[in-house]
Nanobody, 117 residues
Framework: QVQLVESGGGLVQPGGSLTLSCAAS?????????MGWYRQAPGKQREVVAS???????NYGDSAKGRFTIVRDIAKNTVYLQMSSLEPEDSAVYYC??????????WGQGTQVNVSS
């Protein structure tokens, strides 16, 4: 079983930056096929923001390309989402996900990001 704990959310002004953390326990992130960041705004479906495979390949949702970066610290068993040029439309609850092969899948509790002046 994998437990995920997100942190780093908060209030930031438009144009600002924020880094979210997802600390994993119970399994090395190198053994997890894909670690991903998702977000869900009120009234909207959950959408993928970014992901990274155990091999280090990254992928980004359209809203994140050019502004967000997903990185990992293997020693800390943690995945980060570095966000810059934030816009009010980025306001959402951000969730971390781990997928190590069906039925292995886990979600964190989410961290709120608010982009507002």
């Amino acid at each position: 079983q994998v437990q995920l704990v997100e942190s780093g959310g908060g209030l930031v002004q438009p144009g600002g930056s924020l880094t979210l953390s997802c600390a994993a326990s119970g399994r090395s992130i190198l053994s997890i096929n894909t670690m991903g960041w998702y977000r869900q705004a009120p009234g909207k479906q959950r959408e993928v923001v970014a992901s990274i495979t155990k091999g280090g390949r990254t992928n980004y949702g359209d809203s994140a390309k050019g502004r967000f970066t997903i990185v990992r610290d293997i020693a800390k068993n943690t995945v980060y989402l570095q966000m810059s040029s934030l816009e009010p439309e980025d306001s959402a609850v951000y969730y971390c996900n781990a997928d190590w092969g069906a039925p292995g899948n886990a979600w964190g509790q989410g961290t709120q990001v608010n982009v507002s002046s």
